[in-house]
């Protein structure tokens, strides 16, 4: 599952193989169906062994290293690409992106982006941070080819120096338009550091797929699915065993 | 409301829980009048469907009437009455565009589960575990259904609620087994599996022009079943069926073979004693195989395999040799419902297609335990069976759960 980004580095925003996470999977499925025949502690235990093989499966993220850090390319930065395809013309997506106020709208960890000035070049970001805080940074358009390419770098004195762009290239046939994204970043190191990697890094790989893909749901329907809320006849410990499973949270 | 929930492997319950409510703009309520236990239902009480969670209300056939519409609903108004499709299409995306809504690419909440298993997810499903999205069921007196403009399917006047209810799943199901089939006129088609889907299968079969259907079980009342919409059939304890569809097939073997069962098929030897002891782990094989190993050995050189029948996870010794050797193809999928309504609800209004003689059971919700049992174990003579959410307890004695 490597990837060369742009600039050549190789990253491996997963750790496991594809047998693996079968593998692993199986297992944690397998563990949490058991502990469904298990009364008391030790079905508790299976079902949430299970659940976190089962996790670490879905996330392509072996178990052991999923406790460990951030895994960080050679020069110790962390690179991603990520890409979707969406029914909608090259120009609508554009148009969208390039307005960068739109990002936190299916991008998770921003909380906003600011655009400032006349040109739309620079911008005032805005993560979150665990614990209510957020990290903040200026950043300003390096490359804008309307319908095809926007580049993107963090300005001097950002707490986590980061680079991106996205590209938009029409799909064949009747599928839209494909969108491919790179984002490059480097952790500073301390406990700030640790603390920004584990937000912006732990699973970099996933986290720009998934973003990706609220962006897909957003401009084709118009929302996420959910079930948060629904009814069920949950009851204590399987209220948390579903919350494991559900992207969202279900009641 | 009253609702059928699943409570661990083997437990099946009726219990009172919240009724559901409005949760985004695009959402209806259905006050459900007429639901039905299908055999992938099973799969789920059998526990060989991962990521079931304590609490969840079952069941993928339902259908009623809508009470209640969010403030983005154009299409469908209350006290319309409508089939609900088992498979969630969003309407928009490409799949849903060229009528694959059960592989929609939106309308699963929890995708990444289905992507580690399967590479990519499909659509979400009403009531089939939280790899297809997580979505409370409609064996219930009531249910939240989505995208309602793209998925609810108003019932024509005049028809009843058992002529259409099994639009919701195991007719269209049936009938896509058979399309994949890719039957020429005159063919012969070999079903494996006399359950609904088989039964419908055979329906269809003949409405796409098979000249001789072959039908398989074990099940007498199936059997007969599948005789009376004029299949010839086969006894799978009494027959070696290999040898006999050869031979009734002039040593050529079925044009095209579908494999109704899916995962729990009934084998004995040892290939069999092998799957079911895998099984069991829940690990080592999700699958057992063995009417997919049949169909691909039984079909003739050249031939098509449908398979209709649902597969979860991994599965031991597919004759993968005789699926290349013998130049076959495979078709299979969740069944893209939305596409098959109008065709199948004309069959239905035209009286080519009856779908009703498959029920066997009418039952209350509150026997709904004891409806997954005679199901599961074909007793009684239960071939399907079809719960009334709103059916006074009083007119049904309580049973023991499955
Ligand atoms: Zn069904
Ligand atoms: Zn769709």
């Not at chain 2, 219990?15 to 239902?41: F, H, K, M, Y």
């Not at chain 2, 299409?89 to 589960?113: A, E, I, V």
């Not at chain 2, 995208?147 to 009938?175: H, R, S, W």
């Not at chain 2, 597919?318 to 069944?335: C, D, S």
């Amino acid at each position: 599952m490597a990837q060369t980004t742009a600039n050549g580095t190789e990253v491996s925003p997963q750790n496991s193989s594809p047998a693996e996470r079968l593998l692993f999977g199986g297992l944690g499925v397998g563990l949490i169906l058991l502990s469904l025949r298990q009364r008391g502690n030790s079905g508790v235990f299976l079902g949430t062994s299970g659940a976190l093989l089962l996790s670490g499966a879905a996330m392509g993220r072996s178990v052991g290293s999923a406790l460990t850090q951030v895994r960080r390319t050679e020069d110790d930065q962390i690179a991603v690409a990520r890409a979707v395809t969406i029914g909608k013309s090259v120009d609508e997506l554009y148009t969208f992106w390039r307005d960068f106020e739109n990002l936190p709208r299916f991008m998770d960890h921003l909380e906003s982006v600011k655009v400032q000035g006349g040109d739309g070049r620079r911008s005032h970001w805005v993560a979150k941070a665990p614990a209510g805080t957020t990290v903040e940074w200026d950043a300003e358009i390096t490359e804008d080819e309307p319908g095809r390419r926007i580049a993107w770098r963090s300005l001097e004195g950002a707490t986590v120096p980061n680079e991106g762009h996205v590209e938009f290239r029409p799909a064949p046939g009747d599928w839209g338009t494909e969108i491919h994204v790179s984002l490059t970043y480097r952790p500073p190191g301390g406990t700030l550091g640790a603390v920004v990697a584990r937000l912006l890094g732990e699973e970099p790989g996933a986290q720009v797929g998934e973003d990706l893909r609220r962006l897909k749901r957003l401009l084709e329907v118009g929302q996420e699915p959910t079930t948060e809320g629904q009814p069920s006849a949950r009851k204590g410990v399987m209220k948390a065993e579903a919350k494991m499973y559900d992207n969202r949270r279900t009641t | 409301m009253k609702a059928v929930v699943w409570q661990g492997i083997n437990r099946v319950q009726v219990e009172n829980v919240p009724d559901p409510e409005i949760l985004q703009p695009t959402d209806a309520i259905v006050r459900v009048t007429a639901t039905a236990i299908c055999g992938s239902d099973l799969h789920l009480v059998d526990g060989y469907v991962p990521s079931m969670v304590h609490g969840d209300i079952l069941g993928h056939e339902f259908m009623g009437e809508v009470v209640e519409v969010g403030p983005e609903v154009r299409d469908v108004r209350p006290g319309d009455r409508v089939v609900v499709p088992f498979p969630i299409s969003c309407g928009k995306c490409w799949y849903c565009q060229h009528g694959l809504t059960s592989l929609c690419d939106n309308s699963n909440p929890n995708p990444k589960l289905a992507e580690a298993l399967w590479g990519y997810s499909g659509s979400g499903l009403y009531g089939y575990s939280h790899i297809t999205g997580g979505y409370a069921g409609g064996q219930a007196q009531f249910a939240r259904t989505v995208y309602a403009d793209q998925n609810l399917y108003k019932v024509p006047e005049g028809l009843t609620d058992e002529q259409v209810l099994f639009l919701t799943d195991i007719l269209p199901t049936g009938y896509m087994g058979a399309e994949n089939c890719n039957i020429h006129p005159g063919d012969v088609v070999a079903v494996f599996g006399c359950g609904p889907v088989g039964l419908f299968g055979i329906m269809s079969a003949f409405v796409l022009g098979a000249g001789r259907v072959i039908a398989i079980d074990r099940f007498p009342e199936r059997l007969d079943l599948a005789r009376k919409l004029g299949a010839e059939t086969l006894n799978y304890e009494e027959d070696a069926v290999f040898e006999r569809l050869k031979e009734m097939t002039g040593g050529r073997g079925p044009d095209s073979v579908m494999d109704a069962v899916g995962l729990e098929s009934h084998a004995g030897g040892p290939g069999g004693v092998a799957d079911a002891v895998k099984q069991t782990t829940r690990v080592l094989e999700s699958d057992r195989p063995h009417a997919l190993r049949a169909a691909i050995m039984a079909c003739r050189k050249g031939g098509t395999v449908s398979v209709p029948g649902v597969y979860g996870g991994l599965a031991d010794k597919i004759p993968v040799g005789a699926f290349m050797n013998k130049g076959l193809t495979m078709r299979t999928g969740q069944t893209h419902v939305h596409r098959y309504l109008d065709t199948l609800t004309g069959h239905i209004e035209r009286g080519e297609v009856d779908p009703t003689v498959i029920i066997t059971h009418r039952l209350g919700i509150d026997e709904a335990p004891h409806a997954y049992d005679i199901f599961k174990h074909k007793h009684d003579g239960c071939i399907k069976c079809i719960l009334d959410p709103w059916a006074d307890p009083k007119d049904h004695a309580p049973t023991k759960a499955p």
